[in-house]
């Protein structure tokens, strides 16, 4: 997307570093050593499609709020793959090919308050630590405005993080620990509601 270049460099950093930045809505724990299930991904970023739950975690969209089908010279949106996103396709979300990580980026110039779906990759049992990475850009707006952003598992609210605009770019991760276990299948929900010209990418959620 337009800040493209700003966005691969931070994230670059984040990536290259130990962990999480931060807990959110966690627990603590240790770092997997007593999960009962191996590390891997629950989610895979090509495959978030939109939806129209999460009322009862999110609230109700404003009335305003619009996210437009896809606009000017743009690639295939809907596969199994990455993409690289031209610099004339305007679009809400993509899985996008952002160096050797495909992460799931929303625009919210494009569309200010999206809600995706996608079902849980394999089952999470109890006990199990989530680590959720998130990364923004830099965070333009009216000042006193707020960013939101979370996931969902299920019935349980698993990352809800909120930040305050004008800001900085950089990284929101957290972990959760499974308090029940959750089959292959289960809804997944992400959030983004936003005020402003920014960008927010999602970058992996996985077993520690």
Known sequence: MRRQLIITAGLLLVLS?????????????????DSPSGPGPVIDNTQWRPTDKGEEF??????????PPPEG??????????????????????????DQ????????????????EQPLLRD???GDEIEIRTFHSPLNGPSGGEARISLTLGDQMIFDERVPIPADSGPINGT?????????????????DN????????IEVNIL
């Open 124 to 126: 999470v049992f109890e």
């Open 176 to 192: 959760w620990i499974a308090t029940k276990d959750f089959q292959a299948g289960t809804a997944m929900l992400y959030h983004v």
């Open 58 to 67: 999110f609230g109700t969209a404003p009335e305003d709020a619009t996210c």
């Open 101 to 116: 990580f495909t992460v799931l980026a929303v625009d919210t110039e494009v569309c200010d308050w999206l809600t995706l």
């Open 17 to 33: 570093g130990c962990g999480s930045s931060g807990d959110s809505m966690g627990t603590g724990g240790t770092g997997g050593v």
């Open 73 to 98: 010279d743009c690639p295939d949106l809907e596969g199994d793959e990455c993409v690289d996103v031209p610099p004339g396709c305007l679009v809400s979300f993509v899985a996008e090919c952002l």
């Open 195 to 202: 005020h402003g010209d920014n960008e927010y990418l999602l």
